[in-house]
């Protein structure tokens, strides 16, 4: 054995992803050292509630108590930057210059928010949603004497609008495309959920271009500054307009990366000692030809327990139907499958009574569905999804035919 | 504290204790106990934390919500004592619990 066989593995990005990988090397017997470096303060913890609680107590939520890491024989090593890879050497350099031997290296770095390239964009008040760190931000300037607007109708804009606005704030949103959510939703959906926003009071601007943020003297964001001349007061601007896969370690070690790490379906990269997992990968999923970025929990989880799997040299488990949710006031989103053109979409349930789903069909196989307040409706959409099930379109659209009673 | 033991997905089991006021799923996350994933952190979204209720217990902790049923309702393992184990609150009333981890979550 050479000494880098029996160096530890190192994990680099103390996520969800780093944090999921660590308990499962352990649960599948590695006996191995094992070290986990992260950037953040903080031991790994749940990104969720940061969009969705950040106003409330349930802000801070840590994937495991913090006596796990001891138990579990963790070297946890926060607030450090891991800088370069020398994979030839097996070794990684941290921003205190020392290096570190691996004998697999894991790459969890996940992604960072856009920043927008438009004058003001460094002004005070003008924040992104990523971290804890992050989060307190926003929770502090959330008051309803401030105005709140939101670049960018993603998921995580929407929902930190839709709790800006459930505690009394003046909300704007707005959006570069001609809809809400315009990269990973059905046009459908867009709609439905635009019209459950407004109707709560939120502003929601489409076909909005943000050309700068103009300040005030003491250089805090007063107003977004849109193509068209017109300004939006605000107090505070957060951008929402998506998150760039930090990759860079990766690319510059010359593992091959296309916007973020290519990986396999058993999250190996283009070096046999080099893993990678979570939002920095870019993966094969379902039977789609493409490789997708997929930034989500599940699909992080899904990796670390490939990654684990490939470590101790265990076959590595199948893939799943990839699936999220999203919580926005009352509604309990939730989606499964990708969506792709080409699909039919057919409304089980009536929009404005608050629970309703879209089913996408390809043919009569059920290709992605998306749900609200509807967690029947997605579990068998999600089922019949992955056992490519053929249904009968009418019955499905139909809520008075049971969901058993939809198949062909 | 409360003691549970879970049935694992391999047979053997193990009983842990579980600080009181927490759930069964958080019980099984502290203590990295193999099967139940629990993808949602507990918001009762994922069904990913499901679990057989042994014996008496299950009629102790009664029925699941509707959410939770409609969330277990299709899962291939569903059985009759099924629950999410995020809405297992355990207290000192629930000492002794005896719960099963299905081999699938999901
Ligand atoms: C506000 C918000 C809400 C979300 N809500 C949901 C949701 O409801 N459902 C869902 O499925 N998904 C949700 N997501 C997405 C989900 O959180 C991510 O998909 C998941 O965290 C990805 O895990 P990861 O390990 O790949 O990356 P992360 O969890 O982002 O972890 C990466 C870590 O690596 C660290 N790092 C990066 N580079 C280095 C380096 N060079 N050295 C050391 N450390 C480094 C970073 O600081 C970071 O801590 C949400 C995300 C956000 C931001
Ligand atoms: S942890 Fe997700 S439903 Fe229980």
């Known amino acids: 054995m050479s000494a880098a066989d029996e160096a530890p593995v190192v994990i680099v990005g103390a996520g969800h992803g780093g944090g999921t990988l660590v308990g499962t090397l352990r649960q599948l017997g590695y006996e191995g050292p094992v070290v986990l470096i992260g950037s953040e303060p903080d031991a790994p913890y749940h990104r969720p509630p940061l969009s969705k609680k950040f106003h409330a107590d349930e802000l801070e939520d840590p994937l495991r108590p913090l006596e796990f890491y001891e138990e579990q024989g963790i070297t946890l090593r926060l607030s450090e930057d891991v800088v370069a890879i020398d994979p030839e050497a097996r070794t990684v350099r941290l921003g205190d210059d020392t290096e570190l031997a691996y004998s697999t290296l894991v790459l969890a770095t996940g992604a960072e928010p856009r920043r927008l390239p438009v004058p003001g964009g460094d002004l005070d008040g003008v924040v992104v949603l990523r971290t804890l760190a992050d ?140 893993l990678a997992i979570g939002d920095v990968t870019r993966r094969p999923v379902g039977n789609v030809e493409e490789l997708v970025r997929m930034e989500s929990i599940p699909s992080a989880m899904e990796q670390a327990k490939q990654a684990a799997h490939v470590i101790v040299g265990k076959d590595v488990p199948a893939a799943d139907v990839p699936w999220f949710w999203s919580d926005q006031f009352d509604l309990k989103l939730k989606m499964a499958g990708l969506l792709r053109p080409g699909h039919a979409a057919v409304v089980r349930g009536d929009p404005t009574t608050g629970r309703f789903t879209v089913f996408h069909l390809d043919g009569d196989v059920i290709a992605a569905v998306e749900s609200a307040n509807a967690p029947k409706e997605f579990m068998a959409g999600k089922k019949y999804i992955r056992t490519r099930q053929r249904v009968d379109v009418t019955r499905l659209a139909d809520e008075a035919v049971g969901l058993k009673d939809v198949v062909a | 504290m409360p003691s549970v033991t879970y049935v694992l997905p391999d047979g053997s089991e193990q009983t842990i204790e579980v600080k009181s006021g927490l759930s069964v799923m958080d019980g099984s996350v502290a203590n990295n106990l193999p099967g139940i994933e629990a993808e949602c952190g507990g918001s009762c979204s994922c069904a990913t934390c499901h679990v057989y209720v042994e014996g008496e217990w299950a009629a102790h902790y009664g029925k699941a919500s509707e959410e939770e049923w409609e969330l277990l309702e299709f899962l291939d393992t569903v059985q009759e004592n099924s629950r999410l184990s995020c809405q297992l609150v355990v207290t000192d009333a629930e000492d002794g619990l005896k719960v099963t981890v299905p081999e699938e979550q999901g």
């Open chain 1, 135 to 274: 989060a307190r931000v926003l929770k502090d300037a959330v008051h309803p004497d401030k105005r709140l607007v939101i670049v960018g109708a993603g998921y995580v804009g929407l929902e930190v609008a839709a709790v800006a606005r459930s505690v009394g704030q003046q909300v704007t949103v707005l959006e570069r495309e001609d809809r809400v959510l315009a990269r990973v939703a059905s046009p459908e959906l867009s709609e439905i959920l635009t019209g459950h926003h407004v109707a709560q009071g939120t502003e929601v601007l489409t076909s909005a271009d943000v050309t700068g943020f103009a300040g005030d003297d003491d250089g805090h964001v007063r107003a977004v500054v849109l193509g068209d001349g017109r300004e939006i007061p605000c107090d505070l601007a957060l951008v929402g307009v998506g998150a760039i896969p930090r990759d860079e370690l990766a690319s510059a070690a010359g593992l091959t990366c296309d916007g973020g790490i290519v990986v396999d379906a058993a999250t190996r990269t283009s070096d046999p000692h080099v």
